[in-house]
Structures are given as C-alpha cells and as structure tokens.
C-alpha cells in the first residue's frame, strides 16, 4: 500500500510540472501496470500490454540496429505523443503529452521522475 502512494505520487507530481502532461503510468517490463494516472476511458491493462509490446519491439530494433540499449520510445500521434523510459531494469514510466508539449522540457521532467522512481523501486 505504501509502495502504490509513493508511485502515484511521483506520477501526480510529473503530471503537475506541465499542463502538456496529461497521463502518466509506471509499468512492468512485463506488461502489468503498477501505478497509473489516466483518462477514465484508457484501459489500464491496455496500457500496461501495449507499453510491454512497444518496449520488447523497441529493444529487438535497438539491437537489430546497432544503437545499443534501449533509453526511451517515443511514439507521434495526431493527437499527442506517447513516451516510455527506463526506470530501472524491471520498470518503464509511460507518458502521454499533448501534440503541443514542448518535447525538451517534458524529457526534462520524464528523466526527473524516472530517477525518483528507482530510487523508490530499489
């Protein structure tokens, strides 16, 4: 219980540095969702098995394409973006931004909250 609070509120305080940031999950490598801030209408285990398939498909390219490790996936939709990054070896913290976010300043706060959650998952 005190492990899901410190989660959400790495995610409330991420979701709080930017208006653009508009969903955040902390997902398994496997796919399960442990702490989420999403929209009513985004389906938590979706997210948590499309977050584990982008991810082992991002690893395979990363591989496949000679660029080492893979750090962060980044997905452009017309209605936003989609961004997943380490946070440590067994977890992956999703985000969803506004097609208006201001890219650098959201990886800012992304690699900030990705930090804070090692800290808290080791």
Known sequence: MELDRMLLGVLES??????????????????????????SDLNEDHVGAMGAAMLSLGERTAQELQRGSLEQVLIKGQKGYVIMTSAGEE??????????????????????AAKELVKILD
């Not at 653009?20 to 969702?33: H, K, M, N, P, R």
């Not at 977890?91 to 900030?112: C, E, M, P, Q, Y």
């Open 14 to 39: 991420l979701k709080s540095t930017s208006v653009d940031i508009e969903a955040a999950a902390v997902l398994s490598v496997d796919g399960l969702t442990m702490a989420s801030i999403l929209p």
């Open 91 to 112: 977890t992956v913290l999703a985000v969803l931004a506004k097609s208006s976010a201001k890219l650098g300043l959201i990886f800012f706060d992304i690699k900030r």
